[in-house]
């Protein structure tokens, strides 16, 4: 064989034939359908050119479709946006719980200046006493206020003692 290429030369390009006619086509199944269309690319495109062969034909005795790497690929993008969404979930969940737990101690912290503001009073009682701007008299009517909004407050929450003493359902 003097200038020419030999039989690897030859399953190189007759597997090149094979490779263009399947990625020229617009879908695997359609050379599935017509296998005849690889020997018509091989025979066409005078692939044994400058070789010590001549292809006559090429008979196609089996295809085997193997592993479909498109979709293996999809369903691994797929896998990843999911595990990216559950991420993401899960963060606005924790910073849901954190807002939560804000709220908390700012309710918290509101109680706990009115329960301060609440021990104030006694004191500014005491001070308006020494002072002369509140007297015995208006003392007891605060008094009364305070005892009649109690009463008014446990007839008007549910579940509580009612009106003659007998338990509300």
């Known amino acids: 064989m003097v200038g020419g290429a030999g039989e690897e030369t030859i399953l190189a390009r007759v597997g090149e034939g094979i490779v263009t ?5 617009h879908d695997h199944k359609t050379v599935l359908e017509n296998p005849d269309q690889i020997s018509k690319t091989v025979l066409n495109k005078g692939l044994d050119a400058g070789t010590a062969f001549e292809i006559l034909s090429i008979d196609i005795a089996d295809i085997d479709v ?3 790497i498109g979709a ?3 369903t691994e993008q797929a896998s990843a946006d999911l595990k990216v ?3 993401k979930a899960e963060e606005r969940r924790a910073m849901a719980v954190a ?3 804000e709220m908390r101690a700012k309710a918290q912290e509101a ?3 009115v329960i ?3 021990a104030q009073i006694p004191l500014a009682i005491s001070e308006a006493f020494r002072s002369g701007h509140l007297g015995v008299m208006d003392y007891y009517k605060l008094q009364n206020v305070q005892a009649d909004t109690a009463m008014r407050d446990s007839i008007a929450k549910p579940g509580g003692q009612g009106a003659g003493g007998a338990e509300k359902k």
């Open 99 to 101: 807002f939560e737990q």
């Open 116 to 118: 301060e503001a609440e």
């Open 85 to 87: 969404a559950q991420a």
């Open 72 to 74: 293996k690929l999809q």
């Open 21 to 25: 006619t399947i990625g020229s086509a």
């Open 66 to 68: 193997g592993e479909n």
């Open 111 to 113: 109680r706990a200046k």
